[in-house]
């Protein structure tokens, strides 16, 4: 949570895990969010563009997936057997 709360200083809305939030794989976690408002509200503009995290378990620095991935792509990084360079 801190590093989502660390990024979204700025921004209108407060982020909250969602109920099944991570999902393991060979290297990272993934973490899933919204933000309070949205669920409260169902209003788009208050909610994250993206709301999945990768947090590497070597304890990297978390990091958003990239959006021009495709789900293939999304997949096969997280499925990969060592994390990639920088990760």
Not at 18 to 32: H, R, S
Not at 39 to 60: C, Q
Request: charged share 25%; net charge negative; proline share 13%.
């Amino acid at each position: 949570m801190d590093f989502l709360d660390r990024t979204f200083t700025d921004e209108p809305f407060t982020t909250v895990l969602e109920a099944t939030p991570t999902d393991e794989y060979p290297w990272a976690w993934t973490v899933k969010f919204d933000s309070r408002e949205y669920l409260d509200t169902g209003d788009p503009a208050v909610r994250p563009f993206l709301r999945i995290v990768i947090v590497p378990k070597n304890g990297a620095t978390p990091y958003f997936p990239p959006t021009h991935w495709s789900t293939d792509d999304f997949y096969a990084h997280l499925h990969s057997e060592t994390p990639p360079t920088g990760a």
